[in-house]
């Protein structure tokens, strides 16, 4: 971005992978939180046992206190880039954030469509109706997080193997 650069640690939307999501989320200074926007996607992510989630509440519980939710496949709704759809997922999705402690009001939505880059980089002239920022913009309005050195040493660990014969 123009303010920071980013490194982006992708943890695995699938249940397999929910170690690896801890271990990077356990290490990011804010979470994009992508929110499938299709009519049955978004429906199981944010069910009892969605990874919408569960992914939202690991971040809660790692310290992860900035969030941006990313509405993607907006292309794919039906009407697409349908602001109703957006609208119902934006109240949704704020209503179980703030159960889990977040502000959803300091939260930006992006509608967005990563496979047609609506909304990435550049305002997309298909989702006129969003008036809020791109996901580059909400991106750069991120507060560095304070990094207290005189703090003892914080350390996530994945596993432990203990290897015979050392």
Partial sequence: TTKYYCT???????RDFIKNMITGTSQADCAVLI?????GGFEAGISKDGQTREHALLA????VKQMICCCNKMDATTPKYSKARYDEIVKEVSSYLRKVG????????VPNSGFEGDNMIER?????WYKGPTLLEALDQIN??????DKPLRLPLQDVYKIGGI
């Fill in 8 to 14: 982006v640690i992708d943890a695995p939307g699938h």
């Fill in 35 to 39: 929110i499938d926007s299709t009519t």
């Fill in 60 to 63: 809660f519980t790692l310290g």
């Fill in 102 to 109: 977040y502000n959803p009001d300091k939260i930006p939505f």
């Fill in 124 to 128: 997309s002239t298909n989702l006129d």
């Fill in 144 to 149: 560095e997080p304070k990094r207290p050195s």
